[in-house]
């Protein structure tokens, strides 16, 4: 599974951005996605996860702010961020694993990451 991910760019606090991850590979409508973060100087976090059948998580930093998607036609994930803060800016890694089960949130869970996409909000 190749990941390509896009839609990152410079955006005013309180914007939205999506952001979308094309994938490659017959398999992807069984695989869970995920969506983490990595702001300068710290670590890459999880912010959202879906799993094949449609199901979502998110951190908590991010619950009811984010939204997670996919178009298993298109072999597409999208993550729609709105009210967008400055704590948000980070590059943004999409990441595929073949199983729809664990916590969904551990980076050692994933497979197959894509290359990031950032995202830089001003305040």
């Known amino acids: 599974v190749q990941l390509q991910a896009s839609g990152g760019g410079l955006v005013q606090a309180g914007g939205s951005l999506r952001l979308s991850c094309a994938a490659s590979?017959?398999?992807?409508?069984?695989?869970?996605m995920g969506w983490f973060r990595q702001a300068p100087g710290k670590e890459r976090e999880f912010v959202a996860a879906?799993?094949?059948?449609?199901?979502?998580y998110y951190a908590d930093s991010v619950k009811g702010q984010f939204t997670i998607s996919r178009d298993n036609a298109k072999i597409t994930v999208y993550l729609l961020m709105n009210s967008l803060k400055p704590e948000d800016t980070a590059v943004y890694y999409c990441a595929s694993k073949a199983e729809n089960w664990g916590t969904m949130k551990r980076l050692d869970e994933y497979d197959y990451w894509g290359q990031g996409t950032l995202v830089t909000v001003s305040s």
């Open positions: 879906i799993t094949w059948g449609g199901g979502t």
């Open positions: 590979g017959r398999t992807f409508s069984s695989y869970a």
